[in-house]
C-alpha cells in the first residue's frame, strides 16, 4: 500500500470519529460541514460552500474530460432510545467504531474522500470532484440537488452508502400519491347518496392487483401499496369522500410522470404525486466502472432503499463500506477494516479509467 493510501486512509479514520462527535441531524449540519471543509482546506483544497453542502474539484475542471462525482451526506437519523453506547461517543474497540452515522454514512463519507485525496495530484483522464452534503435522510431540496447546477455536467455519480463495497447497479425511485376518491352524503338508513368508501375500495383492489408490463433484471416489478386510509364522520352519514395514500417503488424502466399517466388513466379517484423528484437510477452493465468492478470480483445487485441517486440525472452508481442492515438501528457501528478495504476498492476502480 502506498504511503499516500496509509496516510489518507488513517486521516479519514480520525475524521470520522471527530464526525460522530458532533450532532448533524438532518437541516442541522451546519457543524459537521465547517469540520469537513476545515479539514479538506487544511489539505491544500479550495472548498466551495453552499448552505450545508461543501465540495471541491481536484485540480481545475477540463471541459475537455469526463466528470466523475464523488458523493456522500453529512446528516444523519435522530438516534432512538434502543442505543446502549452514547450515539456521539465514537466508541472504538479493536476494529469496531460505534456512534451514529458511523456506517450510514460515515464511513463511506470519509472512504470517498480518502480515495479523493489519494487522487487528486494524479494525471487523471477525468475531472474529480468530491461533495460532502446535507439533507439526505429526509431527501430535502437543500440537499444535493441544490448544488448539481453548481458543478455542470457530471458523466458518473458514486454514491457513497453502505453497500458492503458490493455495486448496487440499480435502485428503486418513490412516489407517494395522495388520493381521493368522490361521493355524495346521504344518510345510511335510506339509500341515498354515493358512497365515495366503495368507490375508493374498486380503485384500491386496482392498486392491489395491476401489474406493470416491464420488470426489470435488477429490481423486480414495480410496487405500489396503499398505507393509509381517511373516510367518515359519524355512523349514520354516506361519505363523500374517501382519502386514501399509495407509496409506489418503482423499477429503472419507468420514471416517476410515466407511472403517473398510466395510474391515472386506470382509476377513478384524484392522484396527486407529493413530488416527482425520487426517480429510480441505474447504471449500465456495459459500462467501463461496471465491467472493471465485476473483474475486480464484486458482485452487482438492484437497492430497494433510496438515496441521494433518486435526484440525480445523470449515470451513478451506489457503493460503499459498512453493511446496510446495520442503518438506522441502536448502536450502529462500521469496523475500520471496512473503511480501509473500501478506499482500497475505490482507487482499484478509479486508476485510470476511462469512461469516455
Keep these: ?16 470519529v471527530r464526525l460522530i462527535q458532533i450532532q448533524s441531524f438532518s437541516r442541522e449540519e451546519n457543524d459537521v460541514a465547517n469540520a469537513m471543509a476545515d479539514y479538506l482546506t487544511h489539505n491544500g483544497l479550495s472548498v466551495q460552500r453552499q448552505g450545508n453542502n461543501v465540495w471541491c474539484w481536484a485540480k ?34 479493536g476494529d ?45 431540496a437543500n440537499g444535493v ?4 447546477s453548481e ?73 405500489m401499496t396503499v398505507t393509509q386510509v381517511e373516510c367518515g364522520s359519524q355512523h349514520n352519514v354516506v361519505p363523500d369522500s374517501c382519502r386514501f395514500v399509495v407509496d409506489v417503488r418503482l423499477n429503472e424502466c419507468y420514471s416517476n ?17 407529493r413530488s416527482f423528484r425520487l426517480n429510480s437510477s441505474f447504471i449500465p452493465m456495459e459500462h467501463p466502472l461496471v465491467k472493471r468492478g465485476i473483474e475486480l470480483g464484486l458482485s452487482h445487485y438492484g437497492s430497494p432503499t433510496t ?21 438506522h438501528t441502536p448502536d450502529e457501528y462500521i469496523l475500520l477494516s471496512e473503511i480501509r478495504e473500501g478506499i482500497d476498492i475505490y482507487l482499484k476502480l478509479l486508476k485510470d479509467l476511462d469512461i469516455r
Design 151 to 223: 458543478l455542470g455536467k457530471v458523466d458518473l455519480g458514486i454514491v457513497g452508502e453502505p453497500t458492503q463495497m458490493q455495486m448496487a447497479v440499480a435502485e428503486k425511485g418513490l412516489m407517494v400519491l395522495d388520493c381521493e376518491s368522490h361521493g355524495k352524503t346521504g344518510h345510511a338508513a335510506r339509500n341515498e347518496g354515493e358512497n365515495a368508501l366503495y368507490k375508493a375500495m374498486q380503485d384500491i383492489e386496482w392498486f392491489r392487483s395491476y401489474k406493470f408490463d416491464k420488470v426489470s433484471p435488477h429490481l423486480g416489478a414495480v410496487k
Design 307 to 327: 438515496s441521494d441517486q433518486a435526484v440525480m440525472d445523470f449515470t451513478s452508481i451506489k457503493m460503499g463500506c459498512g453493511d446496510s442492515a446495520r442503518s
Design 257 to 273: 410522470k410515466e407511472l403517473h399517466q398510466v395510474i391515472e388513466s386506470n382509476v377513478d379517484c384524484d392522484v396527486n404525486p
Design 60 to 93: 481545475e475542471k477540463d471541459n475537455n474530460k469526463p466528470t466523475i462525482l464523488f458523493n456522500s451526506h453529512l446528516d444523519t437519523v435522530r438516534p432512538s432510545s434502543k442505543w446502549t453506547y452514547d450515539p456521539f461517543g465514537a466508541t472504538v474497540e
Design 1 to 16: 500500500m502506498e504511503e499516500k493510501q496509509i496516510k489518507y486512509t488513517n486521516e479519514a479514520i480520525e475524521l470520522l
Design 96 to 140: 469496531k467504531l460505534t456512534g451514529l452515522g458511523s456506517n450510514d454514512a460515515g464511513g463511506p463519507l470519509v472512504a470517498l474522500m480518502a480515495t479523493f485525496l489519494c487522487l487528486k495530484d494524479e494525471d487523471l483522464p477525468y475531472n474529480l470532484v468530491f461533495a460532502a452534503t446535507a439533507e439526505e435522510e429526509i431527501s430535502g
Design 145 to 148: 440537488a441544490s448544488i448539481l
